[in-house]
């Protein structure tokens, strides 16, 4: 037979979060916790850091209902989650919560912070720019291409 349900409050993280809602969100800092977190708690198997870090920002309330609901809603082609499934999260995400919540508190930048004003190049954009460095591009070339974005987003 089944116990109470046990829920954690996660609006310590919300909080700390505030707008940042992609795992792309996060510095390498955060990034890395997340990573360990997963690792840690995850077996061999794994799980999909973005989708990880998805269900942590999206649950208020981390219980067994809530992670399964926002694993069900993660824009995936993914089949209902399992049961096995939704209790690693559940683990995975009350852990992430608490180490997030240990990390921002010790004064470990979690978050990228964007400048008013500025613009900033998406995950395609910045493989354009690896591309071209990587195939010899010039700084002037790069500038060209920075330029093009930046008034293209104008």
């Given at each position: ?24 969100d996060l510095t390498t800092e955060g990034k ?18 973005e989708k990880v870090y998805y269900v942590l ?98």
């Amino acid at each position: 037979m089944a116990g109470k349900q046990q829920k954690t409050d996660n609006s310590k993280f919300i909080s700390i979060a505030g707008n940042n809602s992609k795992y792309s969100d996060l510095t390498t800092e955060g990034k890395a916790i997340v990573i360990d977190i997963i690792s840690k708690c995850a077996g061999k198997k794994g799980y999909p850091k973005e989708k990880v870090y998805y269900v942590l920002f999206n649950c208020t309330e981390i219980s067994r209902d809530r992670v399964k609901y926002w694993l069900q809603y993660y824009p995936s082609d993914d089949s209902m989650p399992s049961e096995n499934t939704v209790r690693k999260f559940l683990t995975i995400t009350k852990q992430l919560s608490e180490a997030m919540v240990d990390a921002h508190t010790k004064g470990i930048k979690l978050f990228k912070t964007s400048k008013a004003g500025h613009y900033y190049p998406t995950t395609v954009q910045k493989y354009q720019l690896d591309k071209l460095y990587s195939n010899g591009g010039s700084a002037q070339e790069m500038i060209e291409v920075l330029q093009k974005m930046i008034d293209d987003a104008k």
